[in-house]
């Protein structure tokens, strides 16, 4: 999730700045220029956004470990397997049981 918020924005940076300095006819240097200006600025709102947002699971896991809760992962390779993991984890008194994505 913190890496597609950093490369979502940094895209968008580099995409925002990028279009003007083509469409005003600007030359090819200008135009990576823009690119690496806008992606670089893009980047850096992104880090601060991941960092929010690792900060915030990051407190959540302390709350539930002050709560005397036991962190469990479950790993698992489709579909059919995620949906019956989480019907046994909350069949057994599972609290606050969501599925995470991984980029790999």
Partial sequence: MQKAVVGGLMYIGAGVLMGPAAFAGGTLASIAGAAAVGGGIGGVIGSIFARLIGEQRASLIEEQLDYGGLLLWVRVWDAEREKR?????????GRDVHIHEFAQ
């Avoid at 993991?85 to 008194?93: G, Q, Y």
């Fill in 85 to 93: 993991a989480v019907e046994i984890l909350s069949r057994h008194s």
